[in-house]
């Protein structure tokens, strides 16, 4: 747990939008403190109101009701630039900025302090050579973003959110059109630049492997409970990432932090190497396993890979996985 003061708190936040004078409700009920040098990954499923506490943390949707600070001032009560040199956000829309460099844009996060047509002075200058650094897109400063992978495009919005040198960096979905590895690799950078340059990072995502992974924290928020927070590792310990699953057909398995269907089964006695068991339970799984699995057996070998499943006092033995599922399945 951290020892600083969270830098953001709300309290019995209740938000919605107005529509004339007609409210329309999304969540109630939240409460959270977000504390710097901490990534925060908030998850829940589409449409139960993230984007809208986004919103209201950047000033552009005002709460209904409740409490909502930024450094125990409340958030309605700061000018709009000032907000913005507190604040860092970063977006899911792409930047229609082709013909712009890296380094064009990252310099674009100094406007907060120094007005559109402002000058850059030496300590903006710095800021902007500190990101490009600090997310290693310093090497590619001079390529136009138009000619830029969406991982690199991704870490260039980094920067120049990191450039304006706010104290909270907020991210909606950073890592949703990049390959497996850049997803890891932003969530790592930005798990780098809360604890190195101690701020307070929180980051919309629906990848829950990678959040368990990178987090220091996790809200969790549902219609039904509103906002569960807690360590990634303490929430799967107690079960709770399960209300991030609102359907009955699926569950978190807690041994592997993957999302499983609930199929009810008993599996045979399974004897090999640890990291080979839970591939095999899939298999069983994905394949309307026989009845009377619990009393079979399967024993795994190695060098070559082989299978043995005894089922019914009798033995079959499988060179592949796939035999083994396609007997399962067709037998
Ligand atoms: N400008 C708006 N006016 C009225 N209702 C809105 C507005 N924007 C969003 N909503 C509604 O508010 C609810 C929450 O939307 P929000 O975009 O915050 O969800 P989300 O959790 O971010 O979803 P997703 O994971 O799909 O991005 C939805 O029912 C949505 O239709």
């Given at each position: 747990?951290?020892?600083?003061?969270?830098?953001?708190?709300?309290?019995?936040?209740?938000?919605?939008?107005?529509?004339?004078?007609?409210?329309?409700?999304?969540?109630?009920?939240?409460?959270?403190?977000?504390?710097?040098?901490?990534?925060?990954?908030?998850?829940?499923?589409?449409?139960?109101?993230?984007?809208?506490?986004?919103?209201?943390?950047?000033?552009?949707?005002?709460?209904?009701?409740?409490?909502?600070?930024?450094?125990?001032?409340?958030?309605?009560?700061?000018?709009?630039?000032?907000?913005?040199?507190?604040?860092?956000?970063?977006?899911?829309?792409?930047?229609?900025?082709?013909?712009?460099?890296?380094?064009?844009?990252?310099?674009?996060?100094?406007?907060?302090?120094?007005?559109?047509?402002?000058?850059?002075?030496?300590?903006?200058?710095?800021?902007?050579?500190?990101?490009?650094?600090?997310?290693?897109?310093?090497?590619?400063?001079?390529?136009?973003?138009?000619?830029?992978?969406?991982?690199?495009?991704?870490?260039?919005?980094?920067?120049?959110?990191?450039?304006?040198?706010?104290?909270?960096?907020?991210?909606?979905?950073?890592?949703?059109?990049?390959?497996?590895?850049?997803?890891?690799?932003?969530?790592?950078?930005?798990?780098?630049?809360?604890h190195e340059n101690s701020k307070a990072i929180l980051v919309v995502t629906h990848d829950l492997e990678i959040a368990v992974e990178t987090a220091d924290r996790l809200w969790l928020m549902t219609k039904e409970h509103s906002l569960v927070t807690?360590?990634?590792?303490?929430?799967?310990?107690?079960?709770?990432?399960?209300?991030?699953?609102?359907?009955?057909?699926?569950?978190?398995?807690?041994?592997?932090?993957?999302?499983?269907?609930?199929?009810?089964?008993?599996?045979?006695?399974?004897?090999?190497?640890?990291?080979?068991?839970?591939?095999?339970?899939?298999?069983?799984?994905?394949?309307?396993?026989?009845?009377?699995?619990?009393?079979?057996?399967?024993?795994?070998?190695?060098?070559?890979?082989?299978?043995?499943?005894?089922?019914?006092?009798?033995?079959?033995?499988?060179?592949?996985?796939?035999?083994?599922?396609?007997?399962?399945?067709?037998?």
């Open positions: 747990m951290s020892k600083q003061h969270p830098i953001l708190q709300a309290n019995d936040l209740e938000l919605g939008y107005l529509k004339g004078n007609v409210l329309f409700p999304v969540a109630r009920n939240l409460a959270f403190d977000l504390y710097p040098g901490q990534l925060t990954c908030l998850m829940g499923p589409n449409g139960v109101g993230k984007s809208t506490l986004l919103k209201a943390i950047l000033g552009s949707n005002p709460p209904i009701r409740g409490k909502l600070t930024l450094n125990k001032k409340n958030i309605a009560d700061y000018a709009a630039e000032h907000l913005a040199k507190q604040i860092a956000v970063v977006l899911t829309d792409k930047v229609q900025t082709g013909n712009m460099t890296v380094y064009d844009l990252v310099c674009l996060g100094r406007i907060p302090h120094t007005g559109w047509w402002g000058k850059l002075a030496e300590e903006d200058l710095q800021a902007v050579e500190k990101a490009l650094v600090s997310t290693k897109t310093k090497e590619i400063e001079n390529r136009k973003l138009n000619e830029l992978s969406d991982g690199q495009l991704q870490k260039t919005m980094i920067a120049r959110a990191l450039a304006q040198d706010g104290e909270v960096l907020v991210l909606d979905e950073p890592t949703a059109h990049l390959d497996l590895v850049n997803r890891f690799e932003i969530m790592t950078l930005l798990r780098e630049l809360a807690g360590s990634p590792e303490g929430l799967m310990i107690e079960g709770k990432v399960n209300l991030l699953v609102s359907d009955n057909k699926w569950h978190v398995n807690p041994l592997t932090g993957k999302m499983e269907l609930n199929i009810p089964l008993t599996y045979p006695e399974i004897t090999g190497p640890a990291h080979i068991i839970p591939w095999i339970k899939l298999a069983i799984r994905k394949s309307h396993p026989l009845n009377d699995m619990d009393s079979a057996s399967i024993i795994v070998y190695r060098d070559p890979f082989s299978l043995k499943l005894t089922y019914k006092n009798q033995d079959y033995h499988f060179s592949s996985i796939e035999k083994l599922m396609h007997f399962l399945k067709y037998n």
